[in-house]
């Protein structure tokens, strides 16, 4: 058995220690059991058959494997926070989608006290694949450590040596998925209130027929962003900086970042949760945001 901590226990950080948790030691760390969220936070962990820490120093003792899966705004902030606390042998596994420079720095720190740093890009929504999600790895242990997540059950390859270049393959990739994400529903936002949804779906299944406009492709399209708008728009706003590093001017992943946030405020000002959506139905959703008061 690996002793492993899963720093982040939201929908990719709660299914990884679930699945590793079966033939492993599993210790979970996350923010929110400092808040008020602590007692879900503690019967979540309870379900699963995992150990929730009492703190970041707690989560890291003894773990030979670490993998962070924070969002976007927080996951230089938590690799800076970890790299005291960690040891020579332990292996700090970044998940998180970040501009490459972002990892680059992350894994600065981590190495300056001894410990491993792997750059990992998760390529692939975790559900509903969950271990099997395709893993790009890089980074000077990157081949050793593809092996061994191989060895653990995970879907893992090897990338490169260089930290950044798997996760600039993540990023450059989010531009086109998040960016068709934030354009269907601006799409289907208007077509909606013009009473035309069914014309303009007919329209895109008609150049499209492979991707399912006339069936559930628009839904989990929409849904994505009225679930994860919020981590979505972070992640963009990292892929701003990915382009921004290489001089590629960044309009359209800027807009993306507009939309998926956008979206989200748009619930909130209605005081709808997701789970308040599912089973989700786009036009309810979008009937629900522009109803009349």
Not at 113 to 131: C, E
Not at 266 to 287: G, I
Request: aromatic fraction near 6%.
């Amino acid at each position: 058995m690996t002793d492993i901590t899963i720093i982040g226990f939201g929908e990719a950080g709660g299914i990884l220690a679930q699945d590793l948790a079966s033939d492993h030691h599993v210790t979970v760390w996350d923010s929110k059991l400092l808040t008020d969220l602590n007692h879900a936070m503690h019967s979540k962990a309870q379900q699963i058959g995992v150990r929730a820490a009492t703190s970041l120093a707690d989560a890291l003792n003894g773990a030979a494997l670490i993998f962070s899966v924070v969002t976007a705004a927080n996951a230089l902030t938590l690799a800076q926070q970890a790299a005291p606390l960690l040891k020579p042998q332990q292996t700090f596994f970044d998940l998180n989608s970040v501009a490459p420079n972002t990892k680059r720095a992350a894994a600065e720190i981590i190495e300056s006290y001894g410990a491993h740093y792997i750059d990992v890009a998760v390529m692939a929504p975790v559900p509903p694949k969950r271990l099997a999600t395709p893993l790009l790895l890089g980074g000077p242990d990157a081949e050793r450590c593809t092996a061994l997540l191989n060895g653990l059950g995970l879907n893992a390859r090897f990338r490169s040596t260089e930290v950044g270049e798997a996760s600039a393959i993540k990023m450059c990739r989010s531009i086109m998925i998040k960016g068709l994400e934030a354009l269907t529903t601006e799409c289907l936002s208007a077509a909606r209130q013009y009473g035309v949804e069914q014309a303009v779906l007919d329209s895109l299944h008609a150049s499209f027929p492979s991707l399912g406009w006339d069936d559930a492709f628009p839904h989990y399209l929409i849904s994505r962003v009225a679930e994860h708008g919020k981590r979505r728009a972070e992640e963009m706003q990292e892929v701003v900086k990915t382009l921004h590093d290489v001089n590629v001017p960044a309009a359209m992943s800027q807009a993306t970042v507009a939309t998926q946030q956008g979206l989200v405020d748009a619930l909130a000002q209605r005081e709808l949760q997701y789970a308040e959506l599912t089973p989700f139905v786009w036009q309810q959703m979008l009937d629900k945001i522009y109803a009349k008061a």
